[in-house]
């Protein structure tokens, strides 16, 4: 071993007195610049990458600490002050804030909600129904379904992420952006020195290369703006949504598989609450309250509006449901032994399964948009070098 250090050292010496003073001074340059400023870029697209999961774990650890305080009979609040004094480095100053909050006497469905960084907040919404009822029980497993879409989402996205924006997208942008502004001029020129003329297709790549460039600048730029509220969570992705002016709740029904999510959640709160004993209109109100979506909550207390004036539960939620199937089901609800949570749960099943497939579906459009989108670049700068190779063969046979 120390031998091999030794030659190491040798190696080094030898190394140091062969280079110049120019040269040394480059290569301590890189030794002090380069090297940690790459090491501080895969740092940080580590930390980027890995905000998410952590985000997923971080909501699991919670669920599962409530979850064994309701199985010791103990209140949950107990669990996250005794866990936040553990100083857990995976939970981390969130959870000591959560326990703050808790000691001034707040639920924790209302902490958690006043605590980003913890569980997301559609979870929050979930668990502050369930304190509603009195009965956090009832909403656990919903939580853990949303968790569990989340993680897929998470392993989904990350495929997104490293294919499309940071590695075909830029690559082509890259080359496109060199073969105009370099490549393609100096053949044009060579062209015109040997007495022809760059007309046709690359003549118009070569015209058009400046907004051609900016398009995809700007569409690369969408991405990765994408990616980064993606990455950062979805509170920030609202708050950005806000500040461009616009609804995030409302957008995320224009999505088919949020309001699928959507639907899926408020089934399983209302049901929860009806077979909790919950007089109707306050069920749909915790229901709507529990989905964390502000257009929806307005929907329901539209809906809670029509009970109100005497009409049934079934004709009342008929506008949350295109479909009609939420209003049969209900329907049939009385006539079944399992209660509403048995009459919905093959709707809810439904309603999980469309999700999926309709956001798969999404994903492989855009995906293959953009790969025949670059593909069509492809082709167009093919054929224009092609017509300049013609030209070239063309201007050397009349030479």
Known sequence: MHEFVAELLKLAVQLAEALTGAEALRCLLISLVVLPGLGLAGYLVYKLFSAPLRRQERARLVLDLIELSL????????????AAGLRERRLG?????????????????????????LVPPAVAAMLRAGESLGNLRLVLPAARRLLSEGLAQVSHAHHYLVVLVFVTTPAWVVTFGALAMWVLPKLQGLVEDLGGEASGLLAGLIAWRGPLQAGQLALLGVLWLAALGYCAGPRFARWLARRRGLDPDRWALR????????QRDFATLLAAALDAGLPEPQAVALAGAGTGNAVWRERARASEAELARGVKLPEA????????ELRWRLANAAFGRGGFQAALAGWREALEARAFRDEQV????LTTGLVLLNGGL????????????????QSLVLW
């Open 71 to 82: 199985e010791r009979g103990e209140a949950p609040q107990r669990a996250l002050i005794e």
């Open 93 to 117: 100053r969130p959870l000591r804030r959560l326990a703050a909050l808790l000691r001034d006497g707040l639920r924790p469905g209302v902490a958690l909600d006043l605590t980003p960084g």
């Open 255 to 262: 999505l088919p598989w949020r309001r699928r999510r959507l």
């Open 317 to 324: 939620l008929a506008g949350l449901d295109e479909t009609g």
């Open 362 to 365: 999404s994903a492989q459009l």
């Open 378 to 393: 492809v082709t167009l700068l093919t054929v224009g070098v092609f017509q300049l190779l013609v030209n070239i063969l």
